[in-house]
């Protein structure tokens, strides 16, 4: 009977709302007199600096807006690996890249991974996904897994097709992105019929496509998402004369990383400054798009009376170059990649206050078990928002001493030819490649050079020796790179015996099928000889 009782008051102690604890190290856990509702939206590939000045005055988006005056903006928040699944990996798990071990696209977490929401609804939450969430293994792709894994090879390919523009005829199209139009009214509806009824409070998750590059079916077979589609609708909330041309250096003057980044993103032809400021104009219309979805969400909340007791986060998986430093997509380290949207609003958050310590996305997990009051691990990689953020805490200087005073972001797949590792502080960013040897670092003052247009690494290298040190302390960058070397390895390696005699023409056939195409010998002897190089992590 005794064995019965302790095992009905277990169960009743998972299931209920953990107590509220003071001091922890990650987070606040400050009640709220009843415990908010609370909305996440993730966009993928939003450019945060769109949503302050002078970025916000590019583009009207007006429910971010909304957002900035309700509530608090985070000036500064990063990705913590600029691609889709890695990003959405550190999330959803609170942990950096390397410890996750989501090297690309096709590796993320075990779909069984306890995630934040899984927590919260242990803890007495009710919880609903709709549309894209991409944190788990298995997905994009066979062109972008064996892109990620023969990026150490020695051949340059064009794995993308050329960027361009397509704009619908129709000049009232309103729903252009119309899967997310549909998970957008998915999520609303189930806040009409389901949300609105519950007695205890909700987690709600959206996730969006947009805005995000459409594919390019037109670049051939297995092509990539290149076109940057929208309608006049959309083309209006873009005051084009606004729209800023960026300074690229010339192709012989690149780093080397950049180079390889561009010509395989098929962007080192010639593209006049119309073209430029087209592509940017329409990505910044899929980002009105997608401010509107956002909007739908807030209407809702507004118009059922939830919205006063609903915690509404807007962030992106990472950015888009959208054409800046020769590329577009994301898998760099540069603002337009790196840095992501990040706003808080509801009951108890601050409104109309601006951060600029640097966060990242590693910061959701911690924020979102803090705002129900559910203690936090101690081995996650994040820390709670809600110090920066909460009325409920009056000792702003001591609670921002609580936090690092730097980021760390990675990158490991495709599209770039080796691991890549930023350490972003309040003046600087850091970046770091491969074995921290072979390749040489990069270093922005982002006070004088917003741009990120001057490597300033070998003029200043007490401070690049200094933040090297600060980054190994972090993570051994060095040893991590060997592993995904010999995880890439190994990968190709079972991809290639699972695909038999079949093996040429499918390489042929991927992406870069344009190229290699030309000398499919020469690609696969390259290939060849990459495999009988030894790499072995434990060096490191």
Same mark, same amino acid.
């Given at each position: ?17 953990a ?33 302050? %000045? ?19 903006? #985070? ?18 798990? +609170? ?34 996904? !709709? ?12 062109? &972008? ?15 993308? +097709?050329?960027p ?12 252009? /992105?119309?899967?997310?139009?549909e998970?957008? $009214? ?33 670049? +051939?077979? &297995? ?26 250096s ?7 990383? $950049?180079?390889?980044?561009s010509y ?17 104009? !329409?990505?910044?219309?899929m ?5 509107? /979805?956002?909007?739908?969400? *807030?209407?809702?909340?507004? =118009?059922? $009376?939830?919205? @006063? ?12 170059l ?5 590329? #577009?997509?994301?898998?760099? /380290? ?16 601050k ?22 009051? *559910? ?5 996650l ?11 409920? !805490? ?27 590792? /930023?350490?972003?502080?309040? @003046?600087w ?12 670092? @990069?270093? !922005? ?14 003029? #200043? ?12 302390? *972090? ?10 070397? =010999? %995880? ?12 038999? @005699? ?11 099928? =344009? $190229? ?8 696969e002897?390259?290939?060849? =000889? ?11």
């Amino acid at each position: 009977m005794l064995l019965l009782w302790v095992s009905v008051v277990a169960a009743l102690a998972l299931a209920a709302p953990a107590p509220r604890t003071n001091g922890q190290r990650r987070g606040a856990a400050q009640a709220w007199p009843d415990a908010p509702n609370v909305v996440l939206v993730v966009s993928d590939s939003f450019d945060g600096r769109l949503t302050f %000045y002078p970025g916000s005055q590019v583009v009207k988006l007006p429910f971010i807006n909304f957002m900035k005056a309700r509530g608090t903006s #985070f000036l500064n928040a990063y990705t913590n690996s600029p691609i889709c699944c890695p990003s959405r990996a550190a999330m959803w798990s +609170g942990l950096f890249t390397h410890l996750t071990e989501s090297w690309n696209n096709f590796k993320g977490l075990d779909p069984n991974y306890t995630t934040w929401m899984d927590i919260m609804e242990k803890h007495g939450y009710r919880t609903q996904k !709709f549309g894209k969430v991409d944190y788990t293994s298995g997905h994009h792709s066979i062109s &972008n897994r064996v892109e990620a894994w023969t990026r150490d090879v020695a051949f340059l390919l064009r794995q993308e +097709g050329r960027p361009v523009v397509n704009l619908m005829p129709k000049r009232t199209k309103i729903r252009v /992105m119309e899967e997310d139009w549909e998970n957008t $009214d998915r999520a609303v509806n189930w806040l009409r019929k389901e949300g609105i009824n519950y007695s205890q409070p909700f987690v709600l998750y959206v996730g969006l496509n947009l805005p995000h590059p459409y594919p390019s079916p037109s670049s +051939g077979e &297995n092509f990539g998402s290149s076109t940057f589609h929208t309608s006049p609708y959309w083309l209006k909330k873009v005051s084009y004369d606004a729209i800023k041309v960026p300074k690229w250096s010339p192709l012989s003057e690149m780093h080397p990383i $950049d180079y390889y980044s561009s010509y395989t993103k098929n962007c080192t032809g010639k593209f006049t400054e119309k073209e430029i400021k087209n592509i940017r104009a !329409f990505y910044y219309a899929m980002c009105a798009e997608t401010d509107a /979805m956002l909007g739908e969400i *807030i209407l809702a909340l507004r =118009q059922l $009376d939830l919205l @006063q007791k609903t915690i509404v986060i807007y962030t992106s998986d990472h950015g888009e170059l959208a054409m800046e430093h020769r590329q #577009f997509y994301k898998m760099s /380290m540069y603002e337009a990649s790196a840095h992501v949207p990040l706003l808080i609003m509801g009951p108890g958050i601050k409104a109309n206050v601006q951060v600029s310590n640097v966060v990242s996305l590693v910061d959701i997990y911690p924020t979102m078990l803090d705002i129900a009051g *559910i203690p936090l691990p101690q081995n996650l990689s994040g820390y709670s928002l809600l110090p920066l953020a909460s009325e409920m !805490f009056k000792n702003e200087h001591k609670l921002k001493n609580l936090r690092p005073a730097w980021i760390l972001s990675e990158f490991h797949g495709c599209n770039v030819n080796a691991s890549t590792y /930023m350490l972003r502080t309040n @003046q600087w960013k850091y970046i770091a490649y491969s074995d921290g040897a072979s390749v040489l670092p @990069q270093l !922005f003052d982002l006070s004088s050079d917003p741009d990120e247009l001057t490597n300033i690494a070998t003029k #200043f290298p007490e401070i690049t020796c200094s933040l090297d040190q600060k980054l190994r302390s *972090i993570i051994n960058y060095p040893k991590v790179s060997a592993s995904v070397h =010999q %995880y890439n390895k190994e990968q190709f390696i079972k991809w290639k015996q699972s695909v038999g @005699q079949n093996y040429s023409t499918v390489i042929a056939n991927l992406r870069w099928h =344009q $190229d290699w195409l030309k000398e499919p010998r020469k690609y696969e002897s390259a290939i060849d =000889q990459w495999l009988k190089t030894r790499t072995n992590a434990n060096e490191f």
